[in-house]
């Protein structure tokens, strides 16, 4: 397993930039440490025993300006130059800061954030940089949407900045409604938010789309923008209005393919995009095979209570069978059901491998993905089913996934924790000392750990709690530390 790990860890640098990657191990590019969205970090020093005197660093102090969303992003290089921890804020200020100390090392403002009494509905004020960046190690560049105030009205606007100053690349930024004028059906960028995570693959970056509260109107969207020419700008949209591609993972990938889910759709009787998974080759075409999307057979009720199947991004896993592995995908729905299917046959209308009701609860945020034994477990926070009785109130619940035919989904097991956070996952190997991380976000503030295998606790602090922290949001591992991220400042954890 050690070995499959560190084969995709050096596939998803090459799937960053196209090319080698000159970063160090550890780096931090993109959401949930890389394109499956798995949130499995390898940390050899992190063991349970360690796990259970984490404590704040004294000698890192970070201040940031304006609220923060967006998980925070690390890049080791491969010289001299010190690591950076990038922070990303809604006044659309970008930080590049000293990963050891905090210090500021540069900063970049983006423009003036967008004004809530601006935009239709919401409840971020000001709207800047929502969604959690992406870094092309081989260009050393960052890339990332912003919401902008311009005399012509609200815009989202993708940069690139350079990574040694956070300087703005020639070229950028590109205004995305601009570049897609005149297309149907129109991209208003005052009806479309910005909240999922930024992808690379094949030198091209992509921007997932939702919206404001289902506000209309608006289509979920991808973009795509060329890194060699960022003049170069596709497109896919859902067919019907609606089916926002919202959720905080935004789109993986297993180098290949993209693969997005999507949320309700209005006044449509035919199924046309809405609460799906969707699998989009590299060029944004618009897929026309069975094989290439999944959606419930009761999409239709879905989409009259707001059942969103898109609250977290699709889960790319290679679940041990005998001597080989079967890929697959899960989707975890607001319906609290968890939908298990073929990544090479996606199902369409009703055809996945497997499904199981397993929360009371809608399920939200991100999920952390790692092996146990012959099985694959997938903790994220809800209200889970086959919990015991004091267990039940909103947490985390992890399930476990066994292949066979069909494949077994089951609650493997459960725990308290108030708050929103997206969990993580870290292990010493891949396999060894699995500890799942989560913050208690607009709930208890507490960074809880608790062991991959049995969910016993073996951490829950500051006593005092963290402040200034917003739901959905998740945290990082790096090869010393850990960083959570939150308004005004960015917390570092020693091991």
Known sequence: MKRILLIFLAAAAVIAGGVAVFAEPFSVLGYHGGPDRSGHFIVPNLSWNRARSLHFDPAFHAELSGQLYAQPLYWRPADSRPALIIAVTENNVVHGLDARTGREVWKRQLGTPVKREALPCGDIAPLGVTGTPVIDAARETLYLDAAVSLPSGPSHLIFALSLKDGAILPGWPVDIQGALAGQDPPFIATGQNQRGALLIVNDTVYVPFGSFFDCRPYHGTVIGVSLRDPHKVTRWSTRAAGGGVWAPGGVASDGISLFIATG?????????????????????????????????????????????????????????????????????????????????????????????????????????????????????????????????????????????????LATAWCAQMKGFGAPIVTTTDGHSNPIVWAVGAQGDGLLHAFKGDTGEVLFSGPAQGLAGLHRLQTLIATQDRLYVGADGTIYAFEF
């Open 264 to 408: 309700n759709t209005f006044d449509t009787t035919d199924w046309a995009d809405g609460e799906a998974i969707i699998r989009l080759p590299p060029d944004l075409q618009e897929p026309t095979d069975p094989g290439d999307y999944f959606t419930p057979a009761d999409w239709h009720d879905l989409d009259a209570q707001d059942s969103d199947l898109g609250g977290i991004a699709p889960l790319l896993i290679d679940l041990p069978d005998g001597d080989s592995l079967r890929h697959v995908v899960l989707a975890i729905g607001k319906n609290g059901k968890a939908y298990l299917l073929d990544r090479e046959h996606l199902g369409g209308i009703g055809g996945e491998l497997a499904v199981a009701q397993v929360s009371t609860h809608g399920a939200y945020a991100g999920a952390a993905v790692y092996p146990i034994a012959d099985s694959i477990y997938v903790a994220f926070p809800t209200e889970g089913i086959g919990c015991r009785q004091d267990e039940t109130q909103r947490g985390l619940i992890v399930l476990s996934i066994h292949a066979g035919n069909p494949p077994k």
